[in-house]
């Protein structure tokens, strides 16, 4: 997340540390709303990266069943 300048780290479990994130946050709309349009580019790359991955492997299941189809097709017809 802090690579892609999207929000801010805070240490676990550290109320005060969040409180302090979040009162800056509110004090900087511009920049917070700025890390807002960054985080949706993010998101989106990752999305179509998910969704991209998921019909490569509906794809590869598909094709392997056709070609599994073709070897027994071979089989008996020798």
Known sequence: MHEEYIGWVTPPEDPAALAQVIAAAAADAAGTEDKGRRAAVVASRY????ALNADRHLMNRLLERQHAGHRESLKKAM
Do not use: N, P
Request: glycine share 0%; no cysteine.
């Open 47 to 50: 999305a179509r990266q998910v």
